[in-house]
T-cell receptor, first 110, second 116 residues
Framework: DAKTTQPPSMDCAEGRAANLPCNHS???????VYWYRQIHSQGPQYIIH???NNETNEMASLIITEDRKSSTLILPHATLRDTAVYYC???????????FGTGTSLTVIP | EAGVAQSPRYKIIEKRQSVAFWCNPI?????LYWYQQILGQGPKLLIQ????????DSQLPKDRFSAERLKGVDSTLKIQPAKLEDSAVYLC??????????????FGNGTRLTVT
């Protein structure tokens, strides 16, 4: 079952940073936080993941709070192609399962 | 590296008929997942394989759904008989990791099933 809470929708102006929040207050110490996005008619695409430290790759940055109860995905310069549904997932440690919630629908506005 | 392959891309059947979906994971990936995604919802895990063994099928409606992963590579998901509420996208994903690793899932583009 999903262990994360996300706002259902957000807007962001093109060229600005998109900050997508996620609450995972029941996360265990050895569980990772993953972010995926899904564009219409495609399968979910992996973005980034982290355990305790902040992470950055070519797509995004992931900021995890010190108590690990929440995180923020940052798309530094949003483009129209970033319009998608973004899922925050806590990976089950015991069984290696990924449980998706309902995600955040991000709309990048020209 | 080639991605997760799924077929068919689309399928339309009448209720009470049967249907099968096929998935070829990324080469070398030991873990394979099937998800069901109903329009407007996030993907729901149906079944997880580790090699050719089932790890988790707690959310699989076993009266009508079945899945197998022969030889620990390709997998098929079958529905028999189909109901209207089975209309959804069926996603296959694979991962190289075992428990305790942090390798991400890689998804195929899914099979869109419409039951009329």
């Amino acid at each position: 079952d999903a262990k994360t809470t996300q706002p259902p929708s957000m807007d962001c102006a093109e060229g600005r940073a998109a900050n997508l929040p996620c609450n995972h207050s029941t996360i265990s110490g050895n569980e990772y936080v993953y972010w995926y996005r899904q564009i219409h008619s495609q399968g979910p695409q992996y973005i980034i993941h982290g355990l305790k430290n902040n992470e950055t790759n070519e797509m995004a940055s992931l900021i995890i709070t010190e108590d690990r109860k929440s995180s923020t995905l940052i798309l530094p310069h949003a483009t129209l192609r970033d319009t998608a549904v973004y899922y925050c997932i806590v990976r089950s440690w015991t069984g290696n399962q990924f449980y998706f919630g309902t995600g955040t629908s991000l709309t990048v506005i020209p | 590296e080639a991605g997760v392959a799924q077929s068919p891309r689309y399928k339309i059947i009448e209720k009470r008929q049967s249907v099968a979906f096929w998935c070829n994971p990324i080469s070398g990936h030991a873990t394979l997942y099937w998800y069901q995604q109903i329009l407007g919802q996030g993907p729901k895990l149906l079944i997880q394989f580790q090699n050719n063994g089932v790890v988790d099928d707690s959310q699989l409606p076993k009266d009508r759904f079945s899945a197998e992963r022969l030889k620990g590579v390709d997998s098929t998901l079958k529905i028999q008989p189909a109901k209207l509420e089975d209309s959804a996208v069926y996603l296959c994903a694979s991962s190289s990791s075992d428990r305790g690793s942090d390798s991400p899932l890689h998804f195929g583009n899914g099979t869109r099933l419409t039951v009329t």
